[in-house]
């Protein structure tokens, strides 16, 4: 009975054993299947992060370039309006219209 009892416990011993690799061995598993999730998922957040402020970025500088066009043409239609108006106060009508009209054009011409 002995000899049947040290095979039983050598086969229960055995059973553990391999119940504790087994367990051992499928946690191992699921920490690098997490583990390699994490990371396709964190590389993921990453380009989309980028991606955004890029195009964020992008909008801005749009958004700044229309802003200077459109200042630089107020500033222009300002200025242009300016000179006629200084033009049409310089050179009033003194030696008939005609002469007039056309130094008043050659100067417009010469002013843009």
């Given amino acids: 009975m002995s ?5 039983i416990n050598f086969i229960q011993l055995w059973a553990i054993v391999f ?5 051992f061995s499928i946690i191992v598993l699921d920490i690098t299947v ?3 999730d994490f990371n396709v998922r964190a590389e993921q957040m990453r380009a ?9 970025v992008k909008q801005e500088v ?4 229309s802003m200077v066009n459109y200042e630089k043409g107020q500033s ?4 242009k309006e300016g000179v006629l108006e200084e033009l049409l106060l310089t050179f009033p009508n003194v030696n008939g219209w ?5 130094r ?4 417009s011409r010469l002013a843009f």
């Fill in 104 to 107: 008043f054009a050659n100067l």
């Fill in 76 to 79: 222009e239609a300002v200025t």
């Fill in 19 to 23: 119940l504790i690799v087994v367990g």
């Fill in 48 to 56: 989309g992060y980028i991606s955004r402020q890029k195009e964020m």
């Fill in 3 to 7: 000899r049947k009892a040290s095979f």
């Fill in 62 to 65: 749009n958004r700044v370039f």
């Fill in 98 to 102: 005609k002469r007039s009209c056309s």
């Fill in 34 to 36: 997490s583990y390699r």
